[in-house]
């Protein structure tokens, strides 16, 4: 289906005239000739005709492929899939798949092939092909300003950089996400991407760099009565509290965020709580409080339950 198409189908069901639709913009001739593929139109003319049908460019988006997202989305979604279900094969065939639609180098498909090579590779033990983390590198590198799109690549493949490159990130990503205050999906991942960034400062033993983090996320603009978030930013103060080898402190914010990602279903971060705790624990060699031990395990049974 072509845009013009699909501009007339949604003028039928939203019951608006040609006039009404095309305004002073587009003579009745022009607008028959682009709904029939014939031409192209304007840019301007196309955002007036999407406003004056009441649907957003992403909705928009979303309809003409079929009520889905885009297929390199779909790829994506089906890499980590196959992934976390360990299924080679599956991501042998997207692999396959994303060579035969990729064109030219730096096209979304030939990411998401490097982006299946990638997670590929961690499935097998096997390392990484050093032109897949030169190739990202080179290309979120070479883009001025990162939107949803190298944000998702970027948090996908951290583990490919060196950790001056991720640090010399961060700046980005913040910036982004105060850009898109009113953009959930952008400013979700922004979020997710500081929490990993977080993870590497502790695993690296900078703890000035963690708690800069942590001041970035709590200073991010945020819906009040967005749960997920406050409860990753207690979380993290928790593990830099348990780092900076102040246990009690530590434990008592630890056991709030466990109690209540518990009492809400939150498994994956139940998960990214009990990981962070163990892997504090043995990366400062702290010696885990008793209570606090049964309260993961507690987690964990009612995880497995779930």
């Not at 005709?49 to 309809?63: N, Q, V």
């Not at 163990?278 to 395990?297: A, G, N, V």
């Amino acid at each position: 289906m072509s845009y013009g198409k699909l501009i007339s189908q949604l003028r039928y069901d939203k019951n608006l005239s040609i006039k009404d639709l095309c305004a002073n913009q587009l003579s009745r001739s022009a607008y028959f000739r682009f709904t029939k593929g014939e031409t192209q139109t304007s840019v301007e003319t196309f955002f007036s005709m999407i406003k004056t049908l009441h649907i957003s460019p992403a909705e928009f988006d979303y309809i003409y492929n079929g009520y889905a997202p885009p297929l390199y989305e779909k790829l994506h979604t089906c890499i980590m899939q196959c992934y976390k279900s360990k299924d080679t094969t599956g991501i042998n065939l997207i692999i396959g798949k994303c060579d035969c639609l990729s064109q030219q180098a730096n096209d979304c498909y030939h990411h998401a092939g490097l982006l299946a090579r990638f997670f590929l590779s961690k499935l097998n033990n096997m390392p990484v092909d050093i032109n897949i983390s030169k190739e990202f590198q080179s290309y979120l590198t070479h883009v001025n300003t990162w939107h949803l799109y190298e944000l998702q690549l970027f948090n996908y493949t951290i583990p490919l950089y060196s950790y001056d490159f991720i640090k010399s990130s961060l700046s980005r990503v913040i910036k982004n996400s105060k850009k898109y205050d009113s953009f959930p999906q952008t400013r979700r991942i922004s979020f997710l991407i500081l929490t990993n960034i977080f993870k590497l400062h502790l695993e690296h033993f900078d703890l000035k760099q963690a708690s800069l983090v942590i001041d970035s996320q709590a200073g991010l603009p945020r819906q009040e009565h967005d749960l997920f978030e406050q409860l990753h930013i207690k979380l993290n103060h928790g593990l830099l509290l348990l780092a900076k080898k102040k246990v009690s402190e530590a434990n008592s914010l630890i056991m709030q965020v466990l109690s209540v990602s518990r009492l809400l279903n939150q498994s994956s971060l139940l998960e990214l709580a009990i990981n962070g705790y163990r892997d504090i624990c043995r990366l400062y060699d702290i010696e885990p409080q008793i209570s606090l031990q049964q309260l993961i395990k507690s987690s964990m049974r009612f995880d497995n339950h779930v």
